[in-house]
């Protein structure tokens, strides 16, 4: 149907087209979904739509053809493309012949045509994704994908598939889900000083991935640049609008990088990329036509055409502000100062950033758009960063060369550093988190060599200075499409209760 509507050169048309005779109006077959019917005396009309558009065609049909069509039923309908007499589209498709794929029970059916919660949808993720809003949201997740593998393709990083089950903790903040299909065995029983039994599947603690960091910095050292758009598996306690334990994370690893600024700089230019392109395709009309005139309910969605407009606009304009951790405290406390804002916790050199105080950074630092906050303080940052660089070259303790990439609505959107590529450094850093060592069950009890060893193999073996970034992808679907619950976005897991 995108294709029918809006017919663009190097757009494939659809298979199904078939233009018997020029001249005469081409005959063709659209399959979709009834989304609405009128049956009049003589004559009924059909809205049919596929998921390629936000849009419909209007299938002109005589009463028999019509009489098995209510909302929801598949059908696949041939006719001629004709030039339509009517108001509200330029061409209908005259039908010659209708087949009913599937009937749909319009009665008992979760989706009916009135007004629905975002909520209450989140309960059909099988069939919530139908509604032409929702379908448009899947479009720009390919979308996205596909001009992400485009950009690194162009600058020759090496698409790499990291582990997903894995045996190390990279964010260090105990979020991680175990992976224990031996349902006898308790999780974490090695770590725990118990042996492993026979039967056990795994032979040490598994986990799923929390980040696919640590890998690509081991793929990195081989191949220079890497990138991966990975399933990550968080144990989050935040139910927020912008956490989900099931998430995408691109990740991305520079080596021969001693300047961070490389890294932020690739960051900008892929979202640069990528907003540009949306500015010009035809998903990206239809997100702002859904703006217009809202076709799909997502209450809580405030956004206007012109504020989603604005909103691609500022990550075409550059650069981004890149301001220091201790500036950007600075800044806050001088805004509570001036009464300018008042924030529920207030700015702290020692707490960190609260989703408050990013949200203000971003609308106001950002002017409306992302702004990377650079340099925090060590205590507040994994193992793995290293120290900050002063404009002479000398590392600046106790700082890390990390950065934080906050927009408005969703804040923190991507999360950046340097790798501290020493081994001695980054020893020091494991032993002070104690992630050096474990417990051993098989040597009952004594300390031995733990998980992250390996890592330290990328150090021992050829090391180099490198840094990269994590970005959450659900989160930049929803600051591209402006919904504001990250639930919306995405697939979430079908219920296994009965529905309502
Ligand atoms: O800031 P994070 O925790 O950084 C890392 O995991 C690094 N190891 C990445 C790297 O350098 N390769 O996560 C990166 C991004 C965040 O900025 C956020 O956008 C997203 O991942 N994210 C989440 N998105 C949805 N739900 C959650 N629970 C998320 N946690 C992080
Ligand atoms: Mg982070």
């Known amino acids: 149907i995108a294709s029918l509507l809006n017919p663009q050169p190097g757009h494939s048309q659809h298979s199904s087209i078939i233009t018997a005779d020029a001249s005469a109006a081409p005959c063709i077959t659209v399959n979709g979904f009834v989304r609405s019917v009128r049956k009049q005396k ?3 009309f059909a809205a049919v739509g596929d998921g390629s558009s936000l849009q419909t065609i209007q299938a002109v049909l005589s009463p028999e053809q019509a009489e098995n069509l209510s909302t929801g039923v598949a059908v696949a309908i ?6 339509s007499p009517g108001q509200g589209q330029t061409h209908e498709l005259v039908t010659k012949g209708i087949r009913i794929l599937g009937g749909n029970d319009a009665a008992s059916s979760p989706l009916q045509k009135k007004y629905q919660t975002s909520e209450y949808l989140r309960t059909l993720p099988h069939l919530r994704s139908r509604l032409p809003f929702n379908a448009l949201l899947l479009r720009l997740r390919s979308q996205v994908i596909a001009q992400m593998t485009q950009h690194f393709s162009n600058l020759d990083f090496v698409q790499v598939h990291p582990p997903l089950i894995t045996s190390s903790d990279c964010e260090g ?13 308790p999780p974490n029983c090695i770590a725990d000083g118990q042996a492993a039994s026979k039967d056990q599947f795994f032979q040490a603690p598994k986990y799923l991935t929390v980040s696919s960091q640590l890998h690509l910095e081991a793929f990195a050292q081989s191949v220079n640049k890497v990138w991966t758009l990975s399933p990550t598996f968080r144990a ?3 139910d927020t609008p912008r956490h989900l334990s099931e998430f995408y994370m691109l990740e991305a690893e520079l080596t021969f990088v001693e300047d961070m600024a490389e890294v932020m700089d690739v960051v900008e230019d892929m979202l640069r990329a990528i907003a540009r392109h949306l500015q010009s395709s035809y998903v990206g009309q239809e997100l702002l036509q859904a703006r217009r005139k809202k076709s799909e309910p997502h209450d809580g969605d405030t956004i206007s055409e012109a504020g989603l407009a604005q909103r691609w606009q500022g990550l075409v304009d550059g650069p981004w502000p890149r301001i220091e951790y201790n500036e950007a405290i600075v800044y806050l406390m001088d805004a509570v100062a001036q009464g300018e804002v008042c924030f529920d916790f207030p700015p702290d050199h020692a707490e960190g950033l609260q989703t408050e105080h990013e949200r203000f950074l971003a609308e106001k630092l950002g002017r409306g758009g992302p702004v990377f906050v650079i340099n925090y303080p060590q205590s507040m940052k994994p193992f793995y960063m290293a120290p900050s660089k002063t404009a002479d070259g000398d590392t600046r303790q106790p700082t890390v060369a990390c950065f934080d990439l906050l927009v408005p609505e969703i804040c923190e959107l991507v999360g950046g550093s340097m790798r501290e590529h020493r081994l001695a450094e980054l020893v020091q850093a494991m032993d002070e988190r104690g992630l050096r060592h474990s417990m051993s069950g098989q040597l009952d009890g004594q300390m031995s060599d733990g998980p992250l060893e390996w890592y330290l193999d ?7 200075p490198h840094g990269g970034f994590g970005l959450g992808f659900d989160r930049l679907l929803c600051y591209l ?13 079908a219920p296994s209760r009965a529905l309502p």
């Open 42 to 44: 003589r004559v009924a």
């Open 78 to 83: 041939t006719g001629q493309w004709t030039p």
């Open 173 to 185: 903040a105990g979020e991680v889900f175990t992976v224990s299909p031996d349902a006898k065995s």
């Open 236 to 238: 989050e306690k935040s």
């Open 458 to 464: 990328l150090r021992r073996y050829g090391s180099v």
């Open 481 to 493: 499409s402006g919904v504001s619950n990250i639930k919306d976005v995405l697939a979430l897991e």
